[in-house]
């Protein structure tokens, strides 16, 4: 079956690094495009960057414009959010997610979703 799975996370002081890596499974991951959403206590879950199925070309979401690095390696069917400069907003727990072919726009649009992993940033 499918499998997406989380890790990284952990609790960090504003200004600090996180990595968060993906390993995915269970299918053809270079037909996948790919990204990462978070949803903090309250809110909705939000975009924060994706990624095409080559890696050649990525977006992010304006509030991490800048800090974020969206990477992918094909070879290990792996997803990475290199995450720096962190802040107290950027608390959430982070998703990972797989949509065949087509770019993701929207949290509506992933095919699997992870499980999630919780990032927790003091000030």
């Known amino acids: 079956q499918v499998q997406l799975v989380e890790s990284g996370g952990g609790l960090v002081q504003a200004g600090s690094s996180l990595r968060l890596s993906c390993a995915v499974s269970?299918?053809?991951?270079?037909?996948?495009?790919m990204g990462w959403f978070r949803q903090a206590p309250g809110k909705e879950r939000e975009f924060v960057a994706r990624?095409?199925?080559?890696?050649?070309?990525?977006s992010y979401a304006d509030s991490v414009k800048g800090r974020f690095t969206i990477s992918r390696d094909n070879a290990k069917n792996t997803v990475l959010l290199q995450m720096n400069n962190l802040k107290p907003e950027d608390t959430a727990v982070y998703f990972c997610?797989?949509?065949?072919?087509?770019?993701?726009?929207?949290?509506?649009?992933?095919?699997?979703w992870g499980q999630g992993t919780q990032v927790t940033v003091s000030s």
């Open positions: 997610a797989a949509r065949l072919w087509v770019v993701i726009a929207s949290q509506t649009d992933p095919d699997y």
């Open positions: 269970g299918l053809t991951f270079n037909r996948y495009t």
């Open positions: 990624i095409s199925k080559s890696g050649d070309s990525t």
